[in-house]
């Protein structure tokens, strides 16, 4: 079992910055494809980026040049750089692992909320 614990997240004014961190336990983390979500209710849990084992990364483009996805294996963590925040990054925002041996298994944290204020 893989726990995922978030971090980082709060009140920001629009055009501000944030850092979340997303620390996994065990270890499989290096080996994992990782990625951050957001949710707003009344809409579908959007990926905003994703890292894989590899190092290759994605991002979804409404936060291409704004948002940074980083990791440290050394540290198991997982991080999402936020600067330009606008108030439509307003989310809750999730870690997702996901790794694959003889079955695939997926884990989420329990969200950290971003707020941004115009």
């Known amino acids: 079992q893989v726990q995922l614990v978030e971090s980082g997240g709060g009140l920001v004014q629009a055009g501000g910055s944030l850092r979340l961190s997303c620390v996994a336990s065990g270890s499989i983390f290096r080996f994992s494809d990782m990625g951050w979500y957001r949710h707003v209710p009344g809409k579908q849990r959007e990926l905003v980026a994703a890292i894989s084992s590899r190092g290759s990364i994605d991002y979804d483009d409404s936060v291409k040049g704004r948002f940074t996805i980083s990791r440290d294996n050394a540290k198991n963590t997982l991080y999402l750089q936020m600067n330009s925040l606008k108030p439509e990054d307003t989310a809750l925002y999730y870690c997702?692992?996901?790794?694959?041996?003889?079955?695939?298994?997926?884990?989420w944290g329990q969200g950290t909320q971003v707020t941004v204020s115009s």
């Open positions: 997702n692992l996901r790794f694959s041996a003889s079955r695939s298994y997926e884990y």
